[in-house]
């Protein structure tokens, strides 16, 4: 069976109905059916011969698979840091499927291309970085995270007299990265993949928790005796929001030779509201800054952004050329030579969108909303006698375990992931937990404009009931 120009209308006609339905259910369906596994297994079947043509295919999926899909859009996904939706982009992200354009170059898409750069140029404005810097949409972090290593990793080898990208890392020292224990695991993925090595990365921590320790990264700059090195700062750590001391940090850095990149992917946003902005304060002299749009920009996946500040370096990193390409010297923008990708989902339609919809003001509601969501939650888990938080809530995520009082630390450990399993199980909730500080907690993230306060109070509930169970349990 082949594709028939006449399947498009009944395939639109049937979507409508079937999308509409889908985020009418948003607000009140379990993030995650309890038989989501089972229906998801359901479709490991043997390839049709013939097959069964579009409108069975998309009747299976519609019928039965959104039941094995996890509503991460919804507002009860407070799990690692997920952003919603907002109709303007979900509009525009299914107009890119539309538009099917490729905005690898000026030639193949110059909407695609020039949504991207003004979207790009807006969000430079918004999070207050320098005009002069220079952006491309990827991913989301773990790629944004590449990029701007990979361009520092360029900056690195030519301040060692070396074309890295050309001529590779052989015969070259191991390549210094120093950075708090808040380092992202993305960052770590991504100096692996860029042959730097995750081993080269020291941690200068002065606790269990991670907090950066200026002496040590002091003693370590001067121990390089004058050789380059790059400098992470963290802008917005996972388990508690907390932030790395950005101006300190890049004070430091600027005494020596170093590049210094911002992993920001949520954090950045907190320049946006006069409330949270001093804990971002001095971001805008680093020279690099990755910022995640499927989180608090609340865009579908997958984007991310990479700015940075030298865009010669990030060009010499990446690039890509061919005869049958456009040539260097094109006036034309060619994203796809200053980015890993070449063939390119056009990520700049939906940003643009949701940025033209709802503007700077609109941003800064959302992200102040999310605010007020994490406050919320923390004065629930204030008021509660059996549970305890574990940080302070400079931003958006809450840390905190059940303790009802009566347990040593192992039995609280094995409680609270018991509450963390039993919360997905469950599927009303999306939520998970983690170690912080060397101890399980739950560390909600509220990151969607769809979060209602009684989606929190849900939460809060549904920890507090799992939690008095699986003490009983354990007794």
């Known amino acids: 069976m082949q594709p028939d120009r006449t399947e498009i ?20 369906r379990p993030v995650v059916f309890p038989d989501a596994s089972d229906i998801a297994q359901g479709f490991d079947t043997q390839l ?49 499927t539309a538009f099917h354009q490729v905005p690898y170059t000026w030639i193949t898409s110059p909407l695609g291309v020039q949504l991207e750069l003004t979207a790009l140029r ?8 320098p005009a002069a810097w220079t952006g491309v949409m990827v991913t989301g972090a773990t790629m944004s995270n590449f990029t701007c290593l990979a361009t520092a990793r360029q900056w690195w080898g030519e301040r060692h007299g070396v074309d890295v990208a050309d001529r590779g890392l052989h015969g070259l ?13 993305s960052a770590l993925k991504a100096l692996g993949m860029l042959g730097v090595g995750r081993a080269q990365v020291r941690r200068c921590a002065r606790d269990a928790i991670g907090r950066v320790d200026l002496a040590m990264m002091r003693r370590e700059l001067e121990a390089l005796g004058g050789a380059p090195a790059v400098v992470i700062v963290n802008a917005g750590e996972v388990n508690a929001g907390d932030f790395d001391p950005a101006a300190e ?25 006069p409330r949270t902005r001093h804990l971002v304060a001095g971001t805008e002299r680093a020279d690099s800054v990755t910022v995640d749009g499927h989180k608090w920009l609340n865009v579908p996946y997958d ?59 609109g941003v800064r509601a959302v992200v102040e909303h999310c605010l007020d969501l994490a406050a919320h939650c923390a004065r629930r888990v204030d ?50 937990t983690t170690r912080y500080g060397g101890r399980v907690a739950h560390r909600p993230a509220f990151s969607n404009w769809r979060t209602r306060p009684a989606d929190v109070d849900l939460y809060v509930d549904l920890v507090r009931e799992l939690g008095a169970a699986a003490v009983r349990e354990l007794r």
Request: net charge negative; glycine share 8%.
């Open 383 to 432: 008021d509660a006698p059996n549970l305890v938080r574990l940080a302070e809530v400079p931003l958006h995520i809450v840390s905190f375990r059940y303790d009802p009082g009566v347990l040593d630390e192992a039995q609280l450990d094995r409680v609270n992931q018991t509450i963390g399993a039993r919360l997905v199980e469950d599927g009303r909730v999306y939520a998970g």
């Open 48 to 96: 049709p011969e013939d097959g069964i043509g579009s409108a069975q295919a998309l009747d299976r999926l519609l019928r039965d698979g959104w039941r094995a899909t996890a509503a991460l859009s919804g507002p009860r996904c407070f799990h690692f840091v997920i952003g919603g939706a907002t109709p303007a982009a979900l509009g525009a992200d299914l107009l890119a």
């Open 122 to 129: 807006w969000l430079r404005e918004i999070l207050e970085l």
């Open 303 to 361: 984007v991310g952004y990479a700015f940075t500040r030298d865009h010669g370096l990030m060009a010499r990193a990446f690039r890509y050329t061919a005869d049958y390409l456009p040539s260097p010297d094109d006036p034309r923008p060619t994203l796809g030579a200053v980015c890993p990708e070449s063939s390119r989902r056009a990520r700049g339609l939906a940003t643009w969108a949701t940025l033209a919809a709802y503007g700077r003001s």
């Open 249 to 273: 940090i890049i004070a430091l850095a600027r005494q020596f030779d170093c590049w210094v990149h911002v992993d920001g992917a949520f954090g950045m946003f907190a320049r946006v509201s």
């Open 9 to 28: 209308d009944a395939v639109l006609a049937r979507f409508q109905e079937a999308i509409s339905a889908l985020l009418a259910s948003l607000d009140d």
């Open 173 to 185: 020292p191991p390549m210094p990265v120093l950075t708090s224990g808040y380092v992202h695991a």
